[in-house]
C-alpha cells in the first residue's frame, strides 16, 4: 500500500456556484500506487471535485498541493501538464476512426525523413506504440484498426483509460468508469485499473457502485453535501459503514433538514449542466 | 479475491478468438465500409454494359474520351465536396462559385488582358477567399453550413451577374486556358504517366508493407497487395489504351486525377486529415483531444471552394466561354451526389476522396448515355433525380444497419 507524501493533495479546497456550496473545505489526498473510491451521493460534489482537480472548474479558496509543491490548476492545459489524466464518463472517443488513430487523436506522430516532409503520418509506429502499452495494460481488443465504434462498452472504456495513459500522467481520474457496462466487461476494466495501480499511479475511481469501489479500492473517500463524509480503508470497513457516511444516517447525526438538502442538491445539479453546457 | 474467476470470465470468450475475429473484420469491411467502392464498380459496370447494348458508340474510345472530359469540372468540385462531407457539413455555394472564378478569370484576360496564369491564380483565390469567409461564418457564430452556403450560392450568383456585366458572355481565346481541356498527349507520353502511375503505386504499397514488417506488425498478405497492384495497373493501362486509339491522354484527365490522389493523400495519411474525419465524428472529442476544430472547420471550407474555382476554370476551359449560367443548372447537385452515390457519407466521418472521381464516372456516364440515346430533357431530369434518391438511401441504409450493429 502507498506511503510517503501524498501524489496530489487537497487541503480546505471550497467551490461555490452562486448561492450554492459544491465543495466545503474538502481535505482529500491520493498517494502513488493506491486507488481511491470516490462516492457520495447525486449531488454530493463528486463531478464538481473531479472538475476542480482536472482544471475545468478553478477552485475558490483552499490549496492543491502535487508532488508536495502548491500549484495553482487554471484550465485543463495545467492539469495535464502537471501529469493529471481525466477519463470522463463518455469517454469522447471518435467512433469512425480506429484505437490507434484515437490512441493519438491530437497528438500524432509523423514518419520521418520523406515522410516529415510530406506530413505523413507515422501509422506503423504509432499501432506498433498502441499494441506494446495494451499489450503491457493487458487489455484484449481483437484488432487495432477496427473502428472504435464497433467495440463493446468495456473495450471503449479500456481504450478510453488507456489513452489517458500517453502523457504519461502521475494521476489518474476515472469517471464512473463501470456505469453501464456487463458483469465481465466490469471485470475488465476493475483489471485495468489495478493495472494501473501496479504502475505506481494515483488512481481516484468515482462510482455509484459499492461493490465495484470495494472490489478495486484501497481507501473509499466519502464526499457529503460538498464535505468529506469520512474516510475507509476498503480492507476494514463494510458497505454499510459507507453507505451511512453517504446518507448521514447511522453516524449518530441528525437528519435534520432532509429537505432543504434535496433541494440544494437539485439546484446544484441543474447548475452544474448548465456549466456543462 | 475473485481474481482467477474474473480473469475466467474476461478472458475466456476473448482468448482464441483474435485471428477469427481479424478475418470478421476484413469481411465487414468488404461488404459495408471501405470497399463498399466495389458496390459501386458493379453498378458503373452495368449502366456502361445497359447504354452498349443500346447504342455501340457508347463505350468507343472517342466517347470514352468525352466521358473524361465531360466529367472533369464535376469531379474537381467534387473532391472539395468530399472533405466538406467528412465534416458531416454541406456546401451548396460550390457551383455558384465555381461559376463566379471562372467569370473572375475570363473578365481578367480578356477585358483586362492580364497573363493567363495570374488570371487563373486569381479566379483560385477567389474560390480560397469565399472559402474562408464562409468557414469562418459558419464555425465562428454557429451558423449551420447549409444556411451559410445558402445565402452564399445566392450571392456568388449576383456576383457573377456583376462581374460579367452587360454582355453577360464572354469567349475565352487565350490558348494558355483553353488548353487545360483540349491538350492530349502523345502515345508515348501517355505511357510515360501510365509508367510512373503504376511504378508509384506499387512503391507506396512495398514500401507501407516494409514499414509494417519493421515495425513488428502483422502486414497485410502479400497475395492480396499483389491483386491490388494488378488491378490498378489493368485499369492505368486500359485508360491509356482507350485514350492513345482516340485523341490522346487528355490533360484534364491527368489534372483531375492528380488531385483526387493528392487530397486523397492528405486526408488519409496525414494528420489534418485524421482531424478531418475526427471532427466529422465527434467534434467534442476532437475538441477534447487538443485538435483546434474551428481552424478544421474554415480550413475545410476554403478547400472546397478552392476546388471549385478549380473547377469552374476547367469547364470554362472546355466550353470556351463564360456566361450567366456558369456553375447553374444541376451541377452543385451532381457534385455533391457523386461522392454519396460513390460511398461517401452525408452523415460525416465516412468517405474518401476516390469517391468524387468513381461518383463523377457514374453521373457522367448516365448523362453522356442518355445524350447519345438522345432522351428528352424531361427523362434526363427525372433520371438523374432518381439516381440521387438513390445515391441517398443507399446511405442512409448503409448508416441504419452500422447502428444496428452498433457502430454509429
Known amino acids: 500500500m502507498a506511503s510517503g507524501a501524498p501524489l496530489l493533495e487537497l487541503e480546505k479546497v471550497s467551490k461555490r456556484f452562486g448561492p450554492v456550496q459544491a465543495l466545503d473545505r474538502v481535505d482529500f489526498a491520493v498517494h502513488a500506487g493506491e486507488v481511491i473510491g470516490l462516492v457520495g451521493d447525486n449531488g454530493a460534489g463528486k463531478s464538481t471535485m473531479v472538475k476542480t482537480i482536472a482544471g475545468i472548474h478553478s477552485a475558490d479558496e483552499g490549496t492543491i498541493r502535487f508532488n508536495g509543491e502548491e500549484v495553482r490548476i487554471k484550465g485543463p ?31 500524432e506522430e509523423v514518419a520521418p525523413g520523406l515522410g516529415r516532409a510530406s506530413r505523413q503520418l507515422d501509422e506503423a509506429r504509432m499501432e506498433h506504440e498502441t499494441s506494446e502499452l495494451l499489450s503491457n495494460l493487458a487489455v484484449t481488443i481483437p484488432s487495432l484498426r477496427s473502428e472504435v ?10 481504450v478510453a483509460v488507456a489513452r489517458s495513459l500517453l502523457g504519461d500522467p ?44 470495494f472490489e478495486v479500492a484501497d481507501r473509499i473517500f466519502v464526499l457529503r453535501l460538498g464535505r468529506g463524509g469520512g474516510e475507509f480503508d476498503a480492507q476494514q470497513t463494510t458497505e454499510e459503514h459507507v453507505i451511512g457516511a453517504i446518507t448521514g444516517l447511522g453516524s449518530g447525526e441528525k437528519d435534520n433538514g432532509g429537505a432543504e438538502r434535496a433541494e440544494r442538491a437539485e439546484i446544484e445539479a441543474e447548475k452544474r449542466e448548465e456549466e456543462e453546457k | 479475491m475473485s481474481e482467477t474467476v474474473e480473469s475466467a470470465e474476461a478472458q475466456g470468450p476473448e482468448a482464441g478468438k483474435g485471428e477469427r475475429d481479424v478475418r470478421r473484420e476484413t469481411i465487414r469491411r468488404i461488404v459495408q465500409g471501405d470497399l463498399a467502392s466495389l458496390r459501386v464498380v458493379i453498378g458503373l459496370a452495368l449502366i456502361w ?12 474510345s472517342e466517347n470514352l474520351t468525352n466521358l473524361g472530359l465531360q466529367i472533369t469540372a464535376v469531379g474537381l468540385i467534387s473532391v472539395g465536396i468530399v472533405y466538406v462531407l467528412l465534416l458531416g457539413e454541406i456546401d451548396l455555394s460550390v457551383g455558384a462559385v465555381s461559376g463566379l472564378a471562372a467569370a473572375v478569370m475570363a473578365v481578367l484576360n480578356v477585358k483586362h488582358g492580364w497573363n493567363p496564369y495570374l488570371s487563373i491564380l486569381a479566379a483560385v483565390l477567389v474560390g480560397t477567399g469565399i472559402g474562408l469567409l464562409q468557414g469562418f461564418l459558419f464555425s465562428r457564430f454557429g451558423v449551420p453550413s447549409f444556411v451559410v452556403t445558402l445565402a452564399g450560392l445566392l450571392a456568388w450568383q449576383g456576383a457573377l451577374l456583376e462581374v460579367l456585366g452587360s454582355t453577360g458572355s464572354i469567349n475565352i481565346t487565350d490558348p494558355k486556358i483553353t488548353g487545360l481541356a483540349n491538350t492530349f498527349y502523345s502515345d508515348a507520353v501517355g505511357w510515360i504517366f501510365a509508367l510512373i502511375a503504376i511504378v508509384g503505386y506499387g512503391a507506396v504499397l512495398a514500401l507501407g508493407y516494409k514499414r509494417r514488417r519493421d515495425a513488428g506488425l502483422a502486414a497485410e498478405n502479400p497475395t492480396s497487395l499483389i491483386i491490388r497492384f494488378v488491378l490498378v495497373a489493368v485499369v492505368v493501362i486500359a485508360a491509356i489504351l482507350v485514350f492513345n486509339s482516340d485523341r490522346g491522354l487528355p490533360l484534364a484527365v491527368l489534372i483531375l486525377v492528380a488531385f483526387v490522389v493528392g487530397m486523397e493523400y492528405v486526408v488519409k495519411m496525414t494528420g489534418f486529415g485524421r ?19 474551428n481552424g478544421v472547420r474554415i480550413a475545410v471550407f476554403a478547400i ?52 468524387a472521381l468513381l461518383g463523377a464516372l457514374v453521373i457522367g456516364s448516365i448523362s453522356n448515355g442518355m445524350d447519345l440515346l438522345a432522351l428528352s430533357s424531361a427523362v434526363k431530369f427525372m433520371v438523374t433525380g432518381g439516381v440521387l434518391l438513390l445515391a441517398v438511401l443507399v446511405d442512409a441504409v448503409a448508416r441504419n444497419q452500422r447502428q444496428t450493429s452498433g457502430r454509429v
Open chain 1, 77 to 107: 492545459q495545467d492539469a495535464t501538464e502537471l501529469g493529471i489524466a481525466t477519463v470522463y464518463q463518455d469517454l469522447a472517443l471518435c467512433d469512425n476512426l480506429d484505437v490507434v488513430a484515437n490512441l493519438f487523436l491530437g497528438h
Open chain 1, 149 to 158: 465504434g464497433t467495440l463493446s462498452g468495456g473495450q471503449r472504456q479500456q
Open chain 1, 170 to 213: 502521475k494521476v489518474v481520474l476515472l469517471d464512473e468508469p463501470t456505469a453501464a457496462l456487463g458483469v465481465s466487461q466490469t471485470a475488465q476494466v476493475l483489471k485495468l485499473i489495478r493495472r494501473l495501480r501496479e504502475r505506481e499511479l494515483g488512481v481516484v475511481v468515482i462510482s455509484h457502485n459499492l461493490a465495484d469501489v
Open chain 2, 49 to 60: 454494359i445497359i447504354f452498349q447494348s443500346q447504342n455501340d458508340r457508347f463505350l468507343s
Open chain 2, 275 to 293: 482531424h478531418v474525419f475526427a471532427v466529422g465524428g465527434n467534434a467534442e472529442a476532437a475538441r477534447r483531444a487538443g485538435i483546434s476544430v
Open chain 2, 304 to 355: 472546397a471552394g478552392t476546388m471549385a474555382a478549380i473547377g469552374g476554370i476547367m469547364a470554362a476551359s472546355r466550353l470556351l466561354a463564360v456566361n450567366q449560367n456558369s456553375g447553374g443548372n444541376e451541377l452543385l447537385l451532381l457534385a455533391i451526389a457523386g461522392p454519396v452515390i460513390a460511398g461517401t457519407s452525408l452523415f460525416g466521418g465516412r468517405g474518401s476522396v476516390w469517391t
